[in-house]
């Protein structure tokens, strides 16, 4: 109880003098922006995915403790959990989650992934829990010393459990690895300690590296689950996906459902669909909807399905524009930004030369991107009609198809467990 209690202290004096640092430390930064980005840009980029080889003969895992915050990081952890448990009956498996991963199994300490924390404000709300699952998890690798911790995404909590397994001297895999490059790059002093980082872009395997860490390339999680690449040249569908949060969706759809109707106007025989996977945000969207004098089809359910006969789209930045355009659709990038200090941040503090995990990957501005706070309907109409020119249409989309075959293979989830069964076990 003891140890648990002092390690709950140490961090949280760990964290107030992070906090007291952070100011001198961005303005450090952002006077250092133009190196960085330089420095970006010099990175070895690697070559493409290997198949996935797993050993007949795996070395005995038989425990592990998984952390997840939120609702993604439980869904990459349940598909690990589920080889982990076929390649090594009788694993001991436990850790902070949800309700799916307790009905798979998994001893639930703290249900966070249930509680969705996300951003600043909400989080200093919630800061006790935090702490309290930093109790629990040093109590808990005492009592029962896992051959394994393993951390996926939520970096912010990560970021102190990885130093508390490493002081106890057990093996940690961090796998989503906290995208540092862009922002906060002198966090790489903790999470480089990991015994392994598993990173989802090439690139960030190779910024990770030269800071010192061991970091492998497994690929995207959206790979294992894509189905085959869209070849819609004559569809007059256009998709508009403004984003899976509630603030995106009030940020950028206005702007989309304006750009759209304006799109109309200038090819009156275009349709517009808006396809999304969470139900709970129906009446959100429908209300906004409500609002526009223009014919969108809204469903929910099977997200690739839905997207199968769209020739081009707008879409929100994030994983989901990565996965459009792993689909061979064409798109444009937007990101409206309502605050002037987060429009600021955007263009003076990022140090990556483009906000889209596609262009990142091919290290150009392969789709066009609208970001920023002042964007408007003719920013994305002028940037979409481009994208529907038929000379263009075949020549973009191999080029989408070859970022695929590169960057983009199925078996994410075997080459994560092949890293783990490869790590050295605890000798404590």
């Given at each position: ?229 869209n070849n819609n040249h004559d569809s007059n569908i256009i ?190």
């Amino acid at each position: 109880m003891l140890t648990a209690s002092c390690t709950v202290l140490r961090e949280f004096f760990y964290a107030l003098v992070q906090l007291a640092c952070a100011l001198p430390r961005h303005l450090l930064s952002l006077m250092m922006r133009k190196k960085r980005l330089q420095h970006f840009s010099q990175l070895d980029k690697l070559d493409a995915l290997d198949p996935a080889q797993l050993s007949d003969s795996p070395r005995p895992i038989h425990s592990v403790f998984i952390a997840v915050g939120d609702q993604s990081g439980q869904a990459h952890a349940l598909k690990l959990i589920h080889l982990l448990k076929q390649r090594h009956p009788g694993i001991k498996i436990r850790g902070f989650g949800g309700d799916e991963m307790e009905a798979h199994g998994v001893k639930v300490l703290l249900p966070l992934a249930d509680l969705n924390i996300m951003g600043f404000v909400y989080v200093g709300t919630r800061l006790p829990l935090f702490f309290k699952a930093i109790y629990y998890f040093a109590r808990d690798i005492k009592q029962r010393t896992p051959d394994m911790v393993i951390l996926i995404d939520y970096p912010g909590l990560n970021r102190h459990l990885l130093r508390i397994a490493i002081r106890n001297k057990i093996k940690v895999v961090d796998y989503i690895v906290p995208q540092l490059w862009a922002w906060a790059p002198w966090r790489v002093r903790d999470f480089k300690n990991a015994d392994a980082l598993l990173s989802i872009l090439p690139f960030e395997t190779a910024w990770y590296n030269s800071k010192g860490a061991d970091a492998h390339f497994v690929g995207h999680p959206i790979a294992d689950e894509l189905p085959g690449i869209n070849n819609n040249h004559d569809s007059n569908i256009i998709a508009i996906l403004p984003g899976s949060r509630k603030s995106e969706i009030r940020s950028n759809l206005p702007v989309m459902l304006e750009a759209a109707i304006k799109m109309k106007q200038i090819n009156p025989p275009l349709e517009f669909v808006l396809p999304h996977s969470h139900e709970s945000l129906r009446e959100l969207i429908q209300e906004i909807l409500n609002g526009y004098d223009l014919e969108v089809e809204l469903s929910f359910g099977n997200w690739h399905a839905q997207l199968a006969n769209v020739r081009a789209a707008w879409v929100v930045s994030g994983t989901a524009s990565l996965e459009v355009a792993a689909l061979g659709i064409p798109a444009v990038i937007v990101y409206k930004i309502d605050s002037v200090f987060g429009s600021w941040i955007a263009r003076n503090a990022l140090t990556v030369p483009f906000v889209g995990g596609i262009n990142l990957l091919a290290n150009k501005e392969m789709l066009p991107e609208v970001v920023g706070r002042n964007i408007s309907a003719d920013d994305l109409c002028n940037a979409l009609l481009p994208l529907l020119d038929e000379a263009n249409y075949p020549l973009l989309q191999q080029q989408l198809q070859d970022i695929r075959d590169r960057y983009l293979l199925p078996g994410v989830n075997q080459r994560v467990v092949e890293i783990i069964e490869n790590i050295e076990p605890n000798t404590i």
